[in-house]
């Protein structure tokens, strides 16, 4: 079945710095949607992209959708320590329903 | 708006005993209604996709006998583990899809369920 891997799985970073997640599928995907879970929360959803080459951004966060729509990033500029998570993508291959990143784990020092 | 709530929130029980999980979309009728378990540290894995008055449709290795899933109307959708043992303990979420236009779909999560079986 589709499988949808992200990296790296954990990012430790100091306040300020920058990070990124990735995420990668093996096939063609037709959108991709990114949430963010914080410990003991429910995932939030954040944005979705649906074309090529697509760059969304809100604020210090940039989501970019690959030219060949198999794979995803979401940077974010200077962190916080509200940016503390666990950022998921999530993809479709073009039926109703999502499948989840494995997820990568933000912690932010202060 | 775009509001999704579960109802409980936490439940203890006993080995045996069933449980049902209500997932409320409080302020749309949601296209689909999807029903997620999540083990600690772990990614979201989909169980079943449901959509009112039509049986849901389970993902591979998820026993429909043992998570039934009723989707009364456009905003109720209800999980029941039948028969819990210790390893069904885990956090389940439900989601709402909501279609904005085309192929915008945004899912809308509940808070999720915690269950410990005891």
């Known amino acids: 079945g589709q499988q949808v891997m992200q990296i790296p799985q954990y990012q430790h970073v100091q306040e300020g710095e920058d990070f990124t997640t990735y995420c990668n599928s093996s096939t063609t995907l037709s959108n991709i949607q990114w949430y963010k879970q914080r410990p003991g929360g429910h995932p939030v959803f954040l944005i979705q992209l649906v074309k090529s080459g697509e760059v969304k951004k809100q604020k210090r966060l940039t989501f970019q959708f690959g030219e060949a729509k198999k794979n995803s990033s979401l940077h974010i500029t200077a962190t916080q320590t509200t940016d503390v998570g666990t950022y998921f993508c999530a993809a479709t291959s073009g039926t109703y329903k999502y499948i989840f990143g494995t997820g990568t784990r933000l912690k932010v020092l202060a | 708006g775009a509001v999704v709530s579960q109802h409980p929130s936490w439940v203890i029980c006993k080995s045996g005993t069933s449980v049902k999980i209500e997932c409320r979309s409080l302020?749309?009728?949601?296209?689909?209604m999807f029903w997620y378990r999540q083990f600690p540290k772990q990614s979201l894995m989909l169980m079943a996709t449901?959509?009112?008055?039509?049986?849901?449709?389970?993902e591979q290795g998820v026993e429909k006998d043992k998570f039934l899933i009723n989707h009364a109307s456009l905003t109720l959708s209800t999980l029941t583990v039948t028969s819990a043992h210790p390893e069904d303990s885990s956090f389940y979420i439900c989601?709402?899809?909501?279609?904005?236009?085309?192929?915008?779909?945004?899912?809308?999560f509940g808070p999720g369920t915690r269950l410990l079986v005891l």
């Open positions: 302020d749309f009728q949601a296209t689909t």
């Open positions: 989601s709402a899809s909501l279609r904005t236009s085309g192929f915008e779909e945004t899912q809308y």
């Open positions: 449901s959509n009112e008055g039509s049986k849901a449709t389970y």
